[in-house]
């Protein structure tokens, strides 16, 4: 009854602005967990870096708008700065040699690689070492990633002429041109290619595989895990061998030091925004 009900308004108030506080600084981190694939949602699958309406938050946060205004313009010019992560090339490989048998499955079946420690997939290239066949439109490949996604990546290219090599092939979406379906295949940067869609991979592949050839299906997704590469031989007479084995090359976020900096800038300002709340400035 005898309480100042100016006083248990201003209080009010500072709740209320420690809430606003407290949802902003959390959805900053959750903007850098983000950003360097550390938080995991949606069944062990990493967000992707929306930045969007983190930024929407923290424009439209009261406390943000009654700090001065060279500290507000600061404060938002770091936050931008650490929205900007630098990317980073990851390369995981297994070297051992892949026999392409005969009209049957390559040895081993699947050939896998062990990802550990990257965040999501931004961009992904597949790099074959050593391949050589003596006819190798009879070569098919399925990449499958650790989350199930899947790609043809190479098959029937080449047409009858040898693959002496060995050569290095590496496969990108990015690249210019597609492996020929006739042409002799040589050393170079490719996009992943599949011509028809008639193509069988004996267990353990999966049943259903997707005959699209583009790596960017797995742009996005958790790339940590085992990842299989399975090699078959589809028609009698000719063989093979990938000498050096295969890598995956990924293009990943980083966090940037930048990031880490303006976050300890933004705890800072809260607190004493909320200091000077309590003194009544």
Request: a negative charge.
């Amino acid at each position: 009854m005898g309480e100042n009900p100016i006083g248990l308004h201003t209080r009010r108030r500072n709740v209320h602005s420690s809430r606003e506080i407290g949802t902003a600084i959390s959805n900053a981190a959750r903007f850098y967990w983000h950003r360097t694939g550390v938080l995991m949602e949606d069944g062990g699958k990493y967000c992707l870096p929306w930045a969007g309406s983190i930024w929407l938050n923290l424009l439209s946060t009261n406390w943000l708008m009654k700090l001065r205004l060279p500290h507000r313009f600061t404060l938002l010019a770091l936050i931008f700065l650490a929205s900007v992560s630098s990317l980073s090339a990851q390369t995981f490989s297994n070297p051992a040699s892949i026999t392409i048998n005969d009209a049957a499955a390559a040895t081993p079946y699947p050939s896998t690689i062990l990802v550990s420690g990257l965040g999501s997939v931004i961009h992904l290239t597949l790099t074959l070492t050593g391949i050589n066949h003596s006819f190798p439109d009879d070569i098919d490949m399925l990449l499958v990633g650790p989350q199930g996604q899947t790609a043809t990546i190479f098959s029937d290219v080449g047409g009858g002429p040898d693959l002496l090599g060995p050569y290095t092939i590496t496969l990108d979406d990015a690249a210019p041109l597609s492996l020929p379906d006739n042409g002799t295949l040589v050393s170079g940067t490719f996009k992943p290619t599949n011509i028809g869609a008639a193509d069988t991979f004996p267990p353990p592949a999966p049943v259903a595989f997707s005959s699209a050839s583009p790596l960017s299906v797995f742009n996005g997704t958790n790339p940590n895990g085992t990842w299989s590469l399975y090699v078959v031989d589809d028609t009698a007479v000719d063989a093979g061998s990938i000498t050096g084995g295969w890598a995956l090359n990924f293009t990943v976020p980083e966090p940037s030091t930048w990031m880490l900096v303006s976050f300890g800038l933004l705890g800072s300002a809260a607190l004493t925004y909320v200091r000077r709340r309590k003194r009544g400035d």
